[in-house]
């Protein structure tokens, strides 16, 4: 199993699943991540926190802890 945690620079990955329980699941698919999207890492910040990701036409940071709840391919 892979996650967005684990996605390098540059790469763009599918969302396969969605992991976590109640609101934080709810708060990820309220920004846009659901299963299926194609989500472009455009870059991580010196520190390894946050990500920043583009999907859906639009431009997103997402902690890594958040980004090790998506389950990507």
């Given at each position: 199993m892979k996650t967005l945690k684990e996605a390098r620079v540059g790469e763009t990955?599918?969302?396969?699943?969605l992991h976590g329980e109640g609101a934080v699941k709810r708060r990820i698919m309220d920004m846009g991540i659901t299963k299926g999207v194609e989500i472009y890492v455009r870059?991580?910040?010196p520190l390894g926190d946050p990500m920043e990701l583009n999907l859906r036409g639009y431009e997103l940071s997402v902690r890594k802890a958040d980004a090790e709840m998506i389950e990507v391919e």
């Open positions: 990955v599918v969302v396969k699943r870059k991580v910040a």
